[in-house]
């Protein structure tokens, strides 16, 4: 009789636990659609980006929920790193990747490379070594070797979405392709060498250790583009060979949207980094798939992207405006206020040093490589400092490898791991409101004018400039081939950078996409 009673109590339990969910869903996507609807109502002033009225509505609902429930919590919906890096980060990633213009993007690869790549390290390094040093002056003790390297690549990794709203690409292709490719490289390195550091069980940080993180970090940073190449290659060939488009727009858009999920999914599986492996996926369904669709097709996929990571964006900064209220975390912090205040400014100090310790010499190292091309490829002072500025934000990805690395499923019992918590929150919040609402008149004290700058430079009828593919040929004598191989080194050192992109672009015409698909490399769409 009492199984009978417990099975008869079942559905009732039931739909009291599915009720006590779709409660906090239903506010939480009504409250997203406020987002949207202020945000609309705020387009015409670019000092307030989405970002920030997302954070600043998560704020205000938070204090709202935090009154309801007389000061328990302020969140509608407990974040899970999980949810975060299965559900959110994917579309974010491939839609950065999808809409990058890849002239831009490849032609100035070499620096976005130095500064999304080279410049983690480096700021890694800086903000690892000051919080280790100077944490525990403010009683902030127990965190390992590896937590504060960890601390270092959660606080290197950049948001750089309040510069690119205020920067125009048009007018400013050479900044723009540079801010917004080392954004996209920097949270991909920032993830791929978080992943490598938190292997790391040694207390002490000696040189076999960081061999240990380098060689890490160049395996799964390269098998990673390996899986994301491979499957935008196989998309592209798919849609070009098969022809979906005869019978279904739909399922043209349908396979480059599973394809590159499951691109990130076997990437998180086999322990590579998802976030490399679906921008690439991005990339090359970008430069080949594209152009195997129907027009309609074309039209589409640009925009559902593009929600699809509008939408998770805006999820993830009004959750933080939230969790900054979160009065479990601030009252497990181990530390008084003022101390608190201490870490904070150490934290947000090393930022800008680790910040400025790789843009500037980096910067200089950049010109020396496109010597020799057109002046329009060189990195000015002002867009240098731009630059640096567009990478002091931090965000999404900050919030999740914090969350990953000091919570168990969103929560946290350990008061040091709540501490560093609620410094993530702090930073990303301050950073991107302050610094976001500077960034305008920043920009517009720099580039007044908005100067129109190319950052290709355009090609001459120069006779080294002709270079063909292969290098050498069966056809033509020895010398002549000696003769253009010499020319060609020549070219090579003389102009490193556009040499390759050179070559690169002949072998992209020549072989790959007659196989792949695509438009040829003088076309402006690709």
């Known amino acids: 009789m009492e199984a009978m009673n417990h099975y008869n109590h079942l559905p009732l339990n039931i739909a009291v636990t599915t009720h006590r969910q779709v409660v906090p869903i239903t506010l939480f996507v009504a409250v997203l659609c406020l987002c949207l609807v202020i945000g609309h109502l705020l387009d015409e002033n670019r000092w307030v980006n989405e970002s920030i009225t997302a954070i600043i509505i998560g704020c205000i609902v938070g204090t709202i929920i935090l009154i309801v ?33 890849k002239k831009q993007f490849f032609h100035n690869f070499f620096p976005i490379m130095l500064f999304g790549v080279a410049g983690v390290f480096i700021s890694t390094s800086i903000v690892a070594a000051g919080c280790r040093w100077l944490f525990p002056k403010f009683g902030l003790d127990g965190l390992t070797m590896s937590e504060y390297l960890s601390i270092g690549t959660i606080f290197s990794s950049t948001d750089t979405v309040c510069t690119l709203q205020v920067l125009h690409q048009d007018e400013t292709p050479l900044l723009y392709s540079l801010v917004f490719g080392e954004g996209v490289v920097n949270d991909a390195t920032s993830v791929v060498l978080f992943n490598a550091v938190r292997k790391l069980n040694a207390n ?39 022809g979906f488009g005869r019978h279904s727009s ?53 925009h559902t992207f593009a929600a699809m990571s509008f939408i998770a964006e805006t999820f993830i900064f009004l959750y933080v405006g939230m969790d900054a209220l979160d009065y479990e975390n601030w009252k497990l912090s181990i530390l008084s206020f003022w101390k608190s205040i201490g870490v904070y400014s150490t934290v947000m100090f090393l930022i800008l040093l680790g910040r400025a310790a790789f843009v500037f010499p980096l910067s200089v190292i950049s010109n020396y490589m496109h010597r020799g091309e057109a002046g ?29 690395q000091f919570t168990l499923s969103g929560v946290t019992l350990d008061p040091t791991n709540a501490t ?22 920043l920009i517009s004290y720099l580039l007044p004018n908005n100067v129109t700058m190319c950052g290709v430079p355009r090609r001459t009828t120069s006779p080294k400039e002709e270079m063909t593919l292969p290098l050498l040929s069966f056809e033509e004598s020895a010398s002549e081939n000696l003769s253009r191989a010499k020319e060609n080194i020549s070219m090579l050192m003389e102009r490193p950078v556009y040499t390759i992109h050179s070559y690169w672009r002949r072998f992209d015409d020549t072989y790959m996409r007659p196989i792949f698909g695509g438009a040829r490399s003088n076309d402006s769409s690709s």
């Not at 500025?389 to 965000?395: N, V």
């Not at 702090?426 to 960034?439: A, E, K, P, Q, R």
């Open 420 to 441: 560093m918590i609620t410094t993530t929150i702090v930073i990303v919040l301050f950073s991107t409101i302050v610094f976001g609402l500077l960034t305008k008149p």
């Open 250 to 302: 739909v399922r043209e858009i349908s396979l480059m949207i599973l394809v590159a999920y499951l691109s990130y999914i076997l990437a998180e599986l086999f322990e590579l980094s998802g976030i490399l492996t679906v921008f690439f996926a991005g990339v090359l369904m970008s430069h080949y798939a594209w152009h195997n669709v129907t027009e309609s097709s074309r039209i589409t996929t640009r």
């Open 376 to 404: 329009s490829s060189k990195i000015t002072g002002k867009h240098q400092v731009v630059i640096w500025w567009a990478g002091l934000m931090r965000g999404a990805v900050s919030v999740a490898l914090a969350f990953k």
């Open 204 to 242: 002490t940080f000696r040189g076999k250790a960081v061999l240990h993180i380098l060689l890490d970090f160049l395996y799964l940073f390269s098998t990673s583009t390996v899986l994301g190449v491979a499957a935008g290659l196989v998309t592209s060939y798919i849609l070009r060979g098969l």
């Open 69 to 101: 429930s007389k000061w328990k919590s302020s969140r509608l919906l407990r974040f899970d790193e999980e949810l975060f890096f299965i559900y959110l980060l994917p579309p974010i990633i491939f839609n950065a990747g999808f809409q990058v213009k």
